[in-house]
Structure formats: structure tokens, C-alpha cells
């Protein structure tokens, strides 16, 4: 089933510039892996070393919020993910 993943700004040069791309699965966390197998560089920014998404992204699936167990949650055909990224710092 494609879902369309929409790419924050700032992580866009892991895709080529690509603003949204179409990927498969039946979850959001199937989905990010879709869209790693397709540009394996964006793996860094999202997922750390053991698999966890990282804590400065936050998930939207069809613009409200996936938290928590965002990778869980599922998704329909024609769903929209969004990757946003939360500034951190202090």
C-alpha cells in the first residue's frame, strides 16, 4: 500500500531534494524503513544505533500526532507521514 512520506527541510538532501516520497508498509515504522531502503543515508538523522527513532523527531501521520509508539502506529493506503524536527538545545 503507498504512503507518502513528507521530508522535514532540513533532511531533504538525503533525498535528493525530494519534498514527499512513496513508500510501502503497514506501519510508520515499516514505512521509515521503506524510505531507508530507498535512501539508506537518512538512517543517521532518524533512527539511533539500537533502532529507536531519535528524540528530536516527531512524527505526524495524516497531520496528528503518531506519539507514542510511533513506529506501531499504522497506516492506510494514501496516508500521509510527516517528519518534523524538534529543536533541541538550551
Known sequence: MA????????????????EAVEVEG????????????????????LFATNGDLLKNIDLYVNRESAYPEELKKPVSHGDDIYIHLLLTGG
Open 26 to 45: 503497514h506501519t510508520v515504522g515499516e514505512c521509515l524503513n521503506s524510505l531507508v531502503t530507498h535512501y539508506p543515508d537518512i538512517k543517521r538523522v
Open 3 to 18: 504512503v507518502n512520506v513528507h521530508i522535514h527541510k532540513v533532511y531533504r538532501s538525503f533525498t535528493g531534494g525530494l
